[in-house]
C-alpha cells in the first residue's frame, strides 16, 4: 500500500490521528470509518441482564447508549470495564469455551464516519509483524480477529486448519494487513512514518481552537538505482489535529536488569538475537549454556528454542515456581502443551547446591562448564533429573553481573551467589513502549507519574468509559491497548468501543461536526495523508 503521494490541505485541522498501526488502531479505524455496531432484532445473549438492558433501546446503535449503565454487573478477565462489554458482546461466554453467536450486527452508515489517520512505522498489524513466525500465539484464535472479519473463515481459505484452535503470529500478521484491505480502510492508513514530537497548541489569535500538533518522519523511496533498487529517504511532516490516540503498544524497548556487563555482546535483549544466532550456526549441543532470564512467554519460547537445538540452558528466574502469579500457572494444560511442558522443565530441574555456598561458589568458578548441569554438586528436585537433558533453572535467582569472561554471576533471594559459564544471555523480562515523542517519554500520563510507563505495573491513566488520558495537557488525548493495560487482543477492542463512542458524542454536541469542511471533502478523494513540511 502506497500512502506517502498523499496531501493534507495546508492549515487545516485533522478530526483525529491515531499513533500506531496494531490492532488497536486498526480497530479503531474501523469504528471511525462509519462500521457501527447495533443488537440484532432476533438475537438473544446468554447473560439475562446485560440482554434486557440492550433491549431497552434497540433502535439505538451501541455508540450511542450509555455504556456505563451497560457494563454495571459485568465480570470478566479484564479490569476494564469497556473491555470486558465489547468482549461479551463480541465473544458471549468464551471463557467458559462455549461459541455463542453475537448478538451484534454492523452496519455500514458512511454518514457516521469521522475522518481520521492511523501512522505506524511498518504495514498495519504493528508489532504482529516482527513476533516468531512459528510459535502458536497465546490466544484461541476468535480472540485474535477483528469484528466483521471471522479469523477462522479467513483462515479456512488459506487451506489451514487451526491446530489447538490456535494460530501463528505471522498469520495473525497477515490476517490484520488483509483486514485493512477487505475493509477498505486503506485510505485511513500512513505507513513508514515514525512520530518525534506530540504537542498541546495555543488557539490562535485569529480564534482558531486549540490543538494537537503532530510531528516526524515518513519513509519515502527514492530514486531508483541502476541495480534497480531504490534508495529510501525520511521526508519530514508535520499537521494539527483535534484528537490524537496513543495506540503504540509497548514493545518498542526491550526492558533491561541494570546490571553490570548489561552492555557485554553476549548479553541480548530479544528473541530475535537468539534465532539470529542459530541461523549463523553459533549454537549447537556442543555450545556452553545459554541463559536466558526471565519467566515469561519470550523467555519459554526462547527456552524452547534452545532446547530443540540440544544447546545447553540455564534459566533463571525471579519467582517461585508455585507462585500463582507465573504466568505458567494461569494457563490451562491442553490448550498449551508446550508452555506446560517448560513449566515441567522449570519445576522438575531446579538448581539445588549441596555445598555451602562459599565452597560453592568457589568450585563453580574454578569448574564452570556445560558439564555442571550433570554433575553431581546440582542436583534437581525430579525423581528423574534426565527427564530434560540440558536443562537447568534457578528459581529466585536474579542477574549480580556478567563478565567479559563469559561468566553470569547469579544470586539467589537469600544472597547466595553462584558462577556460571554461558555462550549467549537472553534478558527477555518484557518491553517498555517508545513514548519519546512525549515530554518525559509520557512518564506523566502514567497511574504514578514518577515512574516510566509500562503495561503492567505503571499503565497510561484513562478514564475507564471514554479512554480519555486523565493527566492530557488538554482535551482529546486518548489512549489504549497497552499503554493502558490490555495485552490481549480480545479486550483492547473494548478502549476502541470507548473512544468511537466518545468521539461520536463529541460529534453530536457540536451539531453534528467534528472536522472542517474541506478536511472531511479532501478525505473523499485519493490524496489524503501527510504532507512534507
Known amino acids: 500500500m502506497d500512502h506517502h503521494n498523499k496531501e493534507i490541505p495546508p492549515g487545516e485541522i485533522l478530526p483525529v490521528v491515531v499513533i500506531g498501526n496494531g490492532p488497536s488502531g486498526i480497530c479503531l479505524s474501523y469504528l471511525l470509518s462509519g462500521y457501527t455496531p447495533y443488537l440484532s432484532p ?8 446485560l440482554h434486557s438492558k440492550l433491549r431497552e433501546q434497540p433502535h439505538l446503535s451501541l455508540l450511542e447508549q450509555d455504556l456505563e449503565y451497560l457494563c454495571e454487573g459485568l465480570e470478566g478477565r ?25 448478538p451484534l450486527e454492523w452496519r455500514y452508515e458512511p454518514e457516521r464516519a469521522v475522518p481520521h489517520l492511523v501512522l505506524g512505522k511498518g504495514p498495519p498489524g504493528g508489532a504482529w509483524h516482527a513476533m516468531e513466525g512459528s510459535m502458536l500465539t497465546l490466544s484461541l484464535a476468535n480472540w485474535m480477529e477483528l469484528p466483521g472479519l471471522k479469523l477462522k473463515d479467513w483462515m479456512r481459505e488459506k487451506r489451514r486448519n487451526v491446530r489447538n484452535d490456535r494460530a501463528t503470529p505471522a498469520e495473525i500478521a497477515s490476517y490484520y494487513q488483509h483486514y485493512v484491505s477487505q475493509m477498505s480502510l486503506e485510505q485511513n492508513f500512513a505507513c513508514g512514518t515514525t512520530v518525534t514530537s506530540v504537542t498541546r497548541q495555543p488557539g490562535g489569535q485569529e480564534g482558531s481552537p486549540p490543538c494537537w500538533r503532530v510531528t516526524g518522519l515518513q519513509r519515502r523511496e527514492g530514486e531508483e538505482l541502476g541495480d534497480g533498487c531504490a534508495v529510501s529517504e525520511e521526508a519530514p511532516f508535520s499537521f494539527y489535529a483535534h484528537n490524537v490516540v496513543l495506540a503504540t503498544g509497548t514493545h518498542d524497548i526491550p526492558a533491561r536488569l541494570g546490571v553490570e556487563g548489561e552492555s557485554l555482546p553476549y548479553v541480548c535483549h530479544s528473541f530475535w538475537e537468539l534465532e539470529a544466532a542459530i541461523s549463523r550456526g553459533e549454537l549447537d549441543q556442543s555450545s556452553d549454556p545459554v541463559l536466558v532470564v526471565g519467566a515469561g512467554l519470550t523467555a519459554a519460547d526462547a527456552v524452547l528454542a534452545a532446547h530443540h537445538l540440544n544447546t545447553p540452558v540455564y534459566h533463571a528466574f525471579r519467582r517461585s515456581v508455585s507462585d500463582p502469579g507465573l504466568i505458567f500457572n494461569q494457563l490451562p494444560k491442553l490448550l498449551y502443551p508446550e508452555y506446560h511442558k517448560v513449566h515441567q522443565m522449570m519445576t522438575q530441574q531446579q538448581y539445588r547446591p549441596d555445598p555451602p555456598p562459599r565452597e560453592h561458589a568457589r568450585n563453580l568458578r574454578e569448574n564452570s562448564s556445560p558439564s555442571a548441569l550433570h554433575s553431581p554438586s546440582a542436583s534437581t528436585s525430579s525423581s528423574c533429573p534426565s527427564s530434560y537433558p540440558g536443562y537447568l533453572s534457578f528459581p529466585r535467582y536474579r542477574v549480580a553481573a556478567f563478565r567479559p569472561d563469559r561468566k553470569c554471576v547469579l544470586e539467589s533471594d537469600l ?11 537472553l534478558v527477555l523480562i518484557g518491553a517498555h513502549p517508545n513514548l519519546s515523542f512525549l515530554g518525559d517519554n509520557g512518564r506523566s500520563l502514567g497511574v504514578n507519574p514518577e515512574e516510566p510507563i509500562t503495561c503492567r505495573r505503571n499503565p497510561v491513566e484513562v478514564h475507564p468509559f471514554t479512554n480519555r488520558v486523565v493527566a492530557a495537557d488538554g482535551p482529546g488525548l486518548y489512549a489504549m491497548g497497552p499503554l493502558v493495560g490490555e495485552n490481549f487482543v480480545r479486550f483492547l477492542k473494548g478502549g476502541a468501543l470507548a473512544i468511537a463512542s466518545d468521539l461520536a458524542k463529541t460529534q453530536r454536541g457540536r451539531g453534528g461536526v467534528l472536522a472542517t469542511d474541506r478536511w472531511a471533502g479532501a478525505r473523499g ?5 501527510v504532507p512534507g513540511s
Open 525 to 529: 478523494g485519493a490524496e489524503v495523508g
Open 78 to 102: 479484564s479490569s476494564n470495564p469497556m473491555a470486558v462489554l465489547f468482549d461479551s458482546l463480541l465473544l458471549p461466554d468464551s471463557d467458559f469455551g462455549l461459541d455463542h453467536t453475537s
Open 415 to 425: 544472597g547466595q551467589r553462584t558462577v556460571v559459564q554461558i555462550s549467549k544471555a
Open 42 to 49: 432476533d438475537a438473544s445473549h446468554p447473560n439475562p441482564l
